[in-house]
């Protein structure tokens, strides 16, 4: 009598596919890559290290928040109340720091401006002043005065914000070139513990 072995269908399927993984099973490599921390990194990688935290600190508000208050306090104290800033800090010809204001106590203003009145009597004369701003300082001006102390107002009013607005986008500029040194950067890494492989890439 001969012996015989019956397997369901789903038995030999489980089989065949079993036969089918074991032929097709990929070989795992483990790769070890040494971490670095910023200061153990080579100049080379460093370099790539810096730019790759760099655009992460671009990315933070945190280091231009406290410039912009304190610039807003000191404009609020002359004069330009819930005054707005805005700048642009990509080392290129476009760059600008702006500053606007509707709301201008002109008498705050103009004692920081003409405390001597040298240019106008602005107690004596009916003045309004707002800045408005598009990539480019712009004044308005209503003054009840003549002419010529008209023009030379304007003048005072218009360089006044030019010279502001650039030692604002100093200041921003400043801080950005503090936060992005090297010296700022290796502290940052420490402080959060950062680690780079051999390139200077963010682990």
């Not at 709301?103 to 106008?120: A, Q, S, W």
């Not at 304007?154 to 360089?159: F, R």
């Amino acid at each position: 009598m001969v012996a015989t072995t019956h397997l369901t269908i789903t038995a030999l399927t489980k089989i065949l596919i079993g036969k089918i993984e074991r032929r097709i099973k990929m070989r795992q490599i483990v790769k070890t890559i040494n971490a670095y921390t910023f200061d153990e990194l080579n100049d080379s990688a460093k370099s790539n290290a810096m730019m790759t935290i760099s655009d992460k600190i671009a990315d933070w508000n945190s280091w231009w928040e406290p410039v912009m208050e304190q610039q807003k306090d000191f404009l609020s104290q002359i004069g330009l109340e819930d005054a707005e800033i805005s700048f642009s800090l990509a080392y290129v010809q476009g760059d600008y720091c702006n500053i606007k204001c509707e709301n201008v106590d002109v008498e705050k203003l103009m004692k920081f401006i003409d405390p001597h009145k040298e240019i106008v009597d602005w107690e004596a004369e009916e003045i309004t002043v707002e800045f408005r701003t598009d990539h480019h300082n712009t004044v308005t001006l209503y003054a009840s005065t003549d002419d010529e102390k008209y023009d030379k107002l304007d003048k005072a009013l218009s360089n006044w914000l030019y010279d502001m607005e650039q030692s604002f986008y100093d200041d921003y500029r400043k801080e950005w070139e503090y936060y992005t040194s090297e010296e700022s950067i290796a502290d940052l890494c420490e402080c959060r513990k950062y680690e780079f492989d051999e390139d200077g890439e963010l682990l």
